[in-house]
């Protein structure tokens, strides 16, 4: 079975401009995880998705980020403006329920200059 | 917080070796789950235990789960070098995903 898929793996921006993340999840997974990932640390929750609901988005950064998760199905995460903090791996999971064992993505390195 | 505290920070051992990590957490639970992250395959799902399972293994893995204490084990057998990854345990019991600082774990070949 195809894994979750993300897009792109890396990415470079200055401060202040805009960047947007793509995750596709495991067909019929109807949970789906966005996490920051900064080096050192665990992946720190930004926002779950139960189908096309928002279940917990309680460590997103609102005045600059931003979720969506159209039909149910992909999920683009979204940083307007970006600061130089922001520079992680952001990953994405997707689960066949809340509960369920998680599936991750290969994530995507972001670098703000 | 549900979050899981592993126990130690860091570990190296030699190839060979057995592994144990530790995981306590303060909340009931449904399940807890166990990752690994390195940097070859980025973060994989290892096992899960339910609250009513006191012990589970998979392949050179044993978890087991002490309800009572709220705490958990991850046991690797017969350590390899691509063992050499970061472990974090993931109690389960409400919506809220919580990873904490895991286990680094070296395995000298």
């Known amino acids: 079975e195809a894994g979750v898929a993300q897009s792109p793996r890396y990415k470079i921006i200055e401060k202040r401009q805009s960047v947007a993340f793509w995750c596709n999840p495991i067909s019929g997974h109807a949970t789906l995880y966005w996490y920051q990932q900064i080096l050192g640390q665990g992946p720190k929750l930004l926002i779950q998705f139960q189908n096309n609901g928002v279940v917990d988005d309680s460590q997103l950064p609102k005045d600059r980020f931003s979720a969506e998760r159209l039909k149910g199905v992909d999920s683009t995460l979204k940083i307007q403006p970006a600061k130089l903090e922001d520079s992680a791996v952001y990953l994405c999971?997707?689960?066949?329920?809340?509960?369920?064992?998680?599936?991750f993505g290969p994530g995507t390195r972001l670098t703000v200059t | 917080s549900q979050q899981g505290e592993e126990d130690p920070q860091a570990l190296s051992i030699q190839e060979g070796e057995n592994a144990t990590m530790n995981c306590s957490y303060k909340?009931?639970?449904?399940?807890l789950q166990w990752y690994r992250r390195n940097s070859g395959r980025g973060l994989v799902h290892l096992i899960l235990?339910?609250?009513?399972?006191r012990e589970k293994h998979s392949g050179r893995l044993r978890v087991t789960l002490d309800t009572s204490k709220k705490s958990s084990s991850l046991l690797i057998t017969a350590s390899r070098a691509a063992d050499t990854a970061s472990y974090f345990c993931?109690?389960?019991?409400?919506?809220?995903?919580?990873f904490g600082a895991g286990t680094r774990l070296f395995v000298k070949a």
């Open positions: 993931v109690p389960r019991g409400g919506f809220k995903t919580i």
């Open positions: 235990i339910r609250s009513n399972e």
């Open positions: 999971a997707s689960s066949p329920g809340q509960e369920h064992e998680q599936y």
């Open positions: 909340t009931s639970i449904n399940n």
